[in-house]
């Protein structure tokens, strides 16, 4: 399909009343270029690659090609910031742009909007090519996420220290919807909540949970299946070692997605405490503390659904949330160890938690610890794991007992690994490496982006030209926090 042969929805605009957003025209950066465009998006979408290529792609990420059917507009929302109630946030520097199937298209760095505050209305290089290459990652593991299609970047100076300047970015992201629990907060805080509470329910109803949307109960039942996903989602991040950073209301969707990807980062060595950003210095977005808050982010959710919802129904059906994400967590970490749940699972249970404790311990890569184990074509030599351990000792202890745990399961070495290695990738995407190819493309080289992303999209290939990367981290930069400076 070509360029010009998309046709955008902006059902928003028609579902909402004007005042929860904004109509506006990007503003264009200075002498932008196309950095990288992912095929894989490409082919759901169905545009042809070779439309990316074209100055008219560019125009169209930088906001002076507007798509037939496409009315750019920002949304206002509000959120809880650390705890703390803002009353209005919304699309700072993010444009959206229309929706095609399923897929909402949002340019992100386009300029000020009404709910810029004190920002610029940019977004800088180094962010923008840490979230284009990441949610591809997440996607690549199964993890539910936004995409991301295409980069631009520019001449274009952008200040986030005032000595130094930046250059200017835009990402155009995909979701399948862009509201969050922050927006609900805004809208039950409005004049005529109830009404306008109704209108975005119907409308995220209608976007992503179209099957309720003639139930009696659809409000209370949209409710119960974002918690199911919700605590699907944290699950999935705990098994990885994945920390979002900032899980502010604002930043949690009600499709049950990973948005809004900041101060992120995968587990290096594991540490149930650690905290990959800078500004969360009572560690409230802590690894360990995700599930809580992704619970306390729901009760938000409930508590402004209550104008048209049973409150009361809401509340008692959060309880499951963590029983769910338990679940969840067991099932997945029991296929990344290979083990069979239904052979013994309070068994298996306290293997896992053993687990845990020996890698804290050892301080051994979590998921390169994963990836070896399930590569061991015996158990009688343990050594590929061990190695890579800084304290061995307890690592040593806990193999020994999986290996008796093992002798229940009636499948060979062999055919465990291979359903191990289904799910324990050879490559995860950290932030040493993507600031290297920061690095790089801030010298004007963008091999290592596209690099990057394909290792992201292929996680469980050989890649042999990028063998170190399949390593432990550096450990000058193992568990480094990061800033939400974007």
Not at 64 to 92: C, I, N, R, T, W
Not at 328 to 341: F, P, T, V
Not at 372 to 391: A, G, M, P, R
């Amino acid at each position: 399909m070509k360029l010009d042969e998309l046709k955008l929805e902006t059902k928003y605009l028609d579902s909402v009343d004007s005042k929860f957003y904004q109509l506006l025209d990007a503003t264009a950066l200075d002498d932008a270029f196309l950095i990288s465009y992912n095929k894989k998006l490409c082919d759901e979408i169905g545009l042809d690659y070779s439309e990316c290529e074209t100055n008219e792609f560019i125009n169209f990420l930088n906001g002076k090609k507007v798509l037939e059917g496409s009315k750019p507009y920002s949304m206002v929302y509000a959120g809880q910031q650390f705890g703390h109630f803002v009353p209005q946030l919304g699309d700072g520097r993010a444009i959206n742009l229309g929706s095609i199937g399923k897929w909402h298209l949002q340019t992100k760095g386009s300029g000020l909007t009404n709910y810029s505050r004190q920002g610029d209305g940019r977004a800088v290089l180094r962010s923008s090519i840490r979230e284009y290459i990441i949610s591809e990652a997440m996607h690549a593991l199964n993890i539910p996420t936004t995409r991301a299609l295409a980069i631009i970047g520019s001449d274009h100076n952008v200040y986030r220290n005032p000595f130094q300047a930046e250059k200017g970015a835009v990402v155009l992201r995909a979701s399948d919807s862009w509201i969050r629990i922050g927006t609900f907060e805004y809208f039950a805080r409005s004049k005529d909540a109830k009404q306008n509470i109704t209108a975005l329910a119907d409308f995220v109803i209608l976007e992503n949970y179209k099957h309720l949307k003639d139930d009696e109960n659809k409000y209370e039942k949209f409710f119960y299946e974002l918690v199911d996903k919700t605590a699907l989602l944290l699950a999935k991040w705990q098994t990885y070692g994945f920390m979002h950073g900032v899980m502010n209301t604002d930043n949690m969707s009600v499709s049950g997605v990973t948005i809004d990807y900041g101060p992120f980062s995968f587990m290096d060595y594991f540490d149930k405490h650690c905290i990959c950003n800078d500004t969360d210095i009572e560690g409230r977005y802590s690894y360990n503390n995700q599930p809580y808050i992704a619970k306390w982010n729901l009760f938000v959710l409930a508590d402004c659904l209550s104008i048209i919802a049973d409150f009361e129904k809401l509340k008692n059906y959060l309880e499951t949330f963590f029983s769910q994400h338990e679940r969840e967590y067991l099932e997945l970490m029991n296929k990344r160890l290979g083990l069979d749940i239904t052979l013994s699972g309070d068994r298996n249970l306290d293997l896992i938690i053993r687990l845990l404790k020996a890698l804290e311990s050892s301080k051994i890569d979590y998921n390169l610890f994963f990836y070896k184990l399930s590569q061991l074509e015996n158990l009688d030599d343990f050594s590929s794991i061990l190695d890579n351990c800084i304290y061995p000792l307890a690592m040593k202890e806990w193999l020994q007992e999986y290996k008796q745990v093992l002798l229940l399961d009636p499948r060979t070495q062999n055919q465990r690994c291979k359903s191990m290695q289904k799910v324990n990738p050879k490559y995860i995407i950290k932030n040493y490496m993507l600031q290297e190819a920061i690095q790089k493309a801030q010298e004007g080289d963008f091999t290592l982006v596209n690099d990057l992303l394909n290792i992201a999209q292929n996680p469980f290939a050989e890649h042999k030209d990028f063998q170190r990367y399949a390593k432990a981290t550096p450990k000058e930069f193992a568990n480094l926090k990061l800033s939400c400076s974007s």
